[in-house]
């Protein structure tokens, strides 16, 4: 019994496709969709909240530019004046992030976030672009970043494959940080939701009183999962500007 609860709850993540035209499958999955979806939600969003902008904002345009505000400062903090070129980039990488997220708590939608081809081109995207700026802002002088200064020349042949491996594993623990954590999030939560039920169907009338502690924990489980959604965009976010942070001032 458990096993089928364990396959049925990594079922939520299975990937399916729809038939396009002339009856064919498409290659178009619901990970696909979803991705579309949080795109067009995040741009209608902002579209219809800063439509207006009026001087005392209403609820939809203050959360626009609340969200504008907090990842505006994130950027100065982290990377510094030199950063605020690359806010546009780092806002919708939040932005699309934190919709992934939040869209895979409602029923009948998918989380994108939690695969890791998903994450993980993310990642690489975020790896190869700050590696790019490390080398536009200092040329062949950003290798200089595996070879700290101060460091005993002796020592360097043991340091520099250290700080190379170090710095090549930054898109695997960036995409499987964000991919980890919402899919256990998703699979206790309808592990849970399952046992409920399960008590219900099995139990009767005393199953249903007995469900409310299940019940309990799959809200409380609900909560935490909106609070990991939001955290887990923040994380990708600041890393990400970390690791701008040391393509520009390499250190």
Same mark, same amino acid.
């Given at each position: 019994?458990?096993? =089928?609860?364990?396959?049925?709850?990594?079922?939520?993540?299975?990937?399916?496709?729809?038939?396009?035209?002339?009856?064919?499958?498409?290659?178009?999955?619901?990970?696909? %969709?979803?991705?579309?979806?949080?795109?067009?939600?995040?741009?209608?969003?902002?579209?219809?909240?800063?439509?207006?902008?009026?001087?005392?904002?209403?609820?939809?345009?203050?959360?626009? %530019?609340?969200?504008? %505000?907090?990842?505006?400062?994130?950027?100065?903090?982290?990377?510094?004046? %030199?950063?605020?070129?690359?806010?546009?980039?780092?806002?919708?990488?939040?932005?699309?992030?934190?919709?992934?997220?939040?869209?895979?708590?409602?029923?009948?939608?998918?989380?994108?976030?939690?695969?890791?081809?998903?994450?993980?081109?993310?990642?690489?995207?975020?790896?190869?672009?700050?590696?790019?700026?490390?080398?536009?802002?200092?040329?062949?002088?950003?290798?200089?970043?595996?070879?700290?200064?101060?460091?005993?020349?002796?020592?360097?042949?043991?340091?520099?494959?250290? =700080?190379?491996?170090?710095?090549?594993?930054?898109?695997?623990?960036?995409?499987?940080?964000?991919?980890?954590?919402?899919?256990?999030?998703?699979?206790?939560? =309808?592990?849970?939701?399952?046992?409920?039920?399960?008590?219900?169907?099995?139990?009767?009338?005393?199953?249903?009183?007995?469900?409310?502690?299940?019940?309990?924990?799959?809200?409380?489980?609900?909560?935490? =999962?909106?609070?990991?959604?939001?955290?887990?965009?923040?994380?990708?976010?600041?890393?990400?500007?970390?690791?701008?942070?040391?393509?520009?001032?390499?250190?």
């Amino acid at each position: 019994m458990a096993q =089928e609860q364990a396959i049925d709850a990594l079922g939520q993540f299975k990937l399916t496709t729809g038939l396009g035209r002339l009856g064919r499958v498409s290659e178009f999955t619901n990970s696909n %969709e979803m991705m579309l979806l949080a795109a067009v939600i995040v741009v209608a969003l902002f579209v219809v909240a800063l439509r207006h902008r009026a001087l005392v904002p209403g609820r939809l345009q203050g959360l626009a %530019e609340l969200t504008y %505000e907090f990842v505006h400062q994130m950027v100065l903090d982290t990377i510094g004046p %030199e950063g605020v070129r690359f806010f546009p980039f780092v806002f919708t990488l939040f932005a699309f992030i934190l919709l992934g997220n939040v869209l895979g708590l409602f029923p009948y939608f998918f989380a994108f976030t939690s695969h890791i081809a998903i994450t993980g081109a993310l990642a690489v995207f975020v790896f190869l672009l700050s590696t790019a700026v490390g080398f536009w802002y200092h040329g062949i002088g950003f290798l200089k970043f595996f070879s700290p200064p101060g460091v005993p020349v002796w020592l360097l042949p043991l340091l520099i494959p250290i =700080e190379i491996v170090s710095y090549a594993s930054r898109p695997i623990s960036l995409s499987v940080r964000l991919f980890a954590n919402m899919t256990a999030g998703h699979v206790m939560w =309808e592990v849970f939701a399952g046992f409920m039920l399960l008590l219900v169907a099995s139990m009767g009338a005393v199953g249903v009183v007995a469900s409310i502690i299940p019940l309990g924990l799959n809200v409380a489980l609900a909560a935490l =999962e909106f609070l990991v959604a939001v955290l887990q965009a923040y994380v990708f976010a600041v890393l990400t500007c970390l690791y701008l942070h040391d393509a520009i001032h390499m250190h």
